[in-house]
Nanobody, 125 residues
Framework: QVQLVESGGGSVQPGGSLKLSCAAS????????MAWFRQAPGKERERVAS????????RYADSVKGRFTISLDKAANALSLQANSLKVEDTAMYYC??????????????????WGQGTQVTVSS
């Protein structure tokens, strides 16, 4: 099974930036879609951003649109999330996710076939 390993989380002040990275042990170009999800304490896991690997089509949650950018480096088998203008409400554990089979998208956590272990992002003053 493909392993997904996140890195890049940390603590920043509101308005700051972080770049999250996800290293995949398999060929990301073979995935149908990949995504970043996040989960805050006491809340459900929610999709932040997703990308279809064949078309590079991206989708963003309304709460991060214009602030976050998802990108996929197929040659390096790496998924990234550039998070700018961070807000306190962005505080959560961030997870890299992948789906290898077509037919369903990466918009819902129920459709995900592979999860990373997560990286913590904390935004506070």
């Amino acid at each position: 099974q493909v392993q997904l390993v996140e890195s890049g989380g940390g603590s920043v002040q509101p308005g700051g930036s972080l770049k999250l990275s996800c290293a995949a042990s398999g060929y990301t170009a073979s995935a149908f879609c990949m995504a970043w999800f996040r989960q805050a304490p006491g809340k459900e896991r929610e999709r932040v951003a997703s990308i279809y690997t064949q078309t590079d089509t991206t989708r963003y949650a309304d709460s991060v649109k214009g602030r976050f950018t998802i990108s996929l480096d197929k040659a390096a088998n790496a998924l990234s999330l550039q998070a700018n203008s961070l807000k306190v409400e962005d505080t959560a554990m961030y997870y890299c996710a992948a789906r290898w089979r077509g037919g369903r998208d990466c918009l819902s956590a129920r459709n995900i076939e592979n999860w990373g272990q997560g990286t913590q992002v904390t935004v506070s003053s």
